[in-house]
């Protein structure tokens, strides 16, 4: 079945650096990948649509220059977190479409210590 | 904009028991509407339900939409303790349209089954 691979599974880094995350669609190309976050024990919240060689759509009241998303290639898209804080800290997850429907990847714990 | 309410919000209930979860949606036009199990990490996807297949059936989970109540249930009967998991609802676009349109999801249910 389809595959979405995503690192790092889970990071810990200092307040004010830069983090990036990666998902990577093993057996298909994916034209589209979301990018959502989710606070414990909360649902998914989409920030972002990102399509292959164009810019992402940011929903309302994602930082665009914050949430950095690139989607260079139709198997590749990444997410960096800039100039991190401790309320970035959160779990990140990609998905993408396949036609049938949404793969997931298996997320991101990020901490900004 | 698109709204998804599931509830509860968490249930507890004893191995063996069964189940109904609840997801309601307000939708400006009404696609398709997915199951998710999401354990520690990744969501896996259970169903999808539209408006031509509005009862989907796997093993000891089955789900039903029910397109004038703007509702779906998810059942699980014989629960078992790997059922402990977050159940996430969502609407979607038309499955020809996936890759192109977002998920909008519900708040989740939290269920742990006691042994």
């Known amino acids: 079945g389809a595959v979405v691979s995503q690192h790092p599974s889970r990071v810990i880094c200092k307040s004010g650096t830069s983090v990036k995350i990666e998902c990577r669609s093993l057996?298909?190309?994916?034209?589209?990948m979301f990018w959502y976050r989710q606070f414990p024990k909360q649902s998914l919240m989409l920030m972002a649509t990102s399509n292959e060689g164009s810019k992402a759509t940011y929903e309302q009241g994602v930082e665009k220059d914050k949430f950095l998303i690139n989607h260079a290639s139709l198997t590749l898209s990444t997410l960096t977190v800039t100039s991190a804080h401790p309320e970035d800290s959160s779990f990140y997850i990609c998905?993408?479409?396949?036609?049938?429907?949404?793969?997931f990847g298996s997320g991101t714990r990020l901490t900004v210590v | 904009e698109d709204k998804v309410v599931q509830s509860p919000l968490s249930l507890v209930v004893h191995e063996g028991d069964t189940v109904t979860l609840n997801c309601s949606y307000e939708v400006t036009n009404f696609r398709s509407l997915l199951w998710y199990k999401q354990e520690k990490k990744a969501p896996t996807f259970l169903f999808m339900l539209t408006s031509s297949g509005i009862e989907k059936k796997s093993g000891r989970l089955s789900s039903i939409l029910d397109k004038k109540e703007l509702s779906s249930i998810l059942n699980i009967t014989a629960t078992q303790t790997g059922d402990s998991a977050i159940y996430l609802c969502?609407?979607?676009?038309?499955?020809?349209?996936?890759?192109?349109?977002?998920?909008?999801f519900g708040t989740g249910t939290r269920l742990t089954i006691i042994p």
């Open positions: 998905s993408a479409s396949q036609g049938w429907g949404y793969t």
């Open positions: 057996d298909f190309q994916a034209t589209t």
């Open positions: 969502a609407v979607g676009p038309s499955p020809l349209n996936f890759g192109n349109e977002k998920l909008t």
